[in-house]
């Protein structure tokens, strides 16, 4: 595992700790995909497995702030951009799971890669970054 993706989980584990949700606390790393290809590694701090989905998302600039629009990509526009080894699956209580993906389009506009996991009336949203 490389040394970014390594800090960048040590880091969203130390805020989940933190943030006093912890029973509904998940992580992914690294935050900014320099890598055509590579591993997004899912934690998951709680003391349930979770479910996670995992989805592209279109860059909604806000007064020059990035962020990931509130909406995924359709299916198809996915499809074209990126391969993600498993869009859909679970993570133990208190574990962690390492999920591949390939950019497709190297010089595609920037899009988010966010895992989004509910537990409860709770959802958490957590996203990295592919700049093109």
């Known amino acids: 595992m490389k040394l970014q993706t390594k800090l960048c989980l040590l880091g969203a584990l130390a805020l ?10 998940h ?3 690294p935050m900014i995909l320099r890598e055509r290809s590579g591993s997004l590694l899912i934690s998951n ?6 479910r996670v989905f995992v989805d592209a998302y279109p860059v909604n600039p806000n ?14 526009k996915q499809r074209k951009l990126v391969y993600i080894q498993k869009s859909l699956f679970r993570v133990r209580k208190r574990g962690f799971k390492s999920i591949k993906y390939r950019i497709k389009s ?13 537990q409860g009336s709770f959802s958490t949203r957590v996203c990295s970054l592919w700049e093109g």
């Not at 989940?16 to 606390?25: D, F, I, P, R, V």
């Not at 701090?45 to 979770?50: A, L, M, P």
């Open 63 to 76: 007064d020059g702030v990035r962020s990931p629009a509130d909406k995924p990509y359709k299916a198809r």
């Open 106 to 118: 190297p010089n595609s506009t920037p899009f988010y890669l966010c895992s989004l996991s509910t």
């Open 16 to 25: 989940s700790s933190l943030s006093g949700l912890n029973a509904y606390a």
């Open 27 to 29: 992580g992914m790393g």
């Open 45 to 50: 701090q709680s003391d349930e497995s979770i």
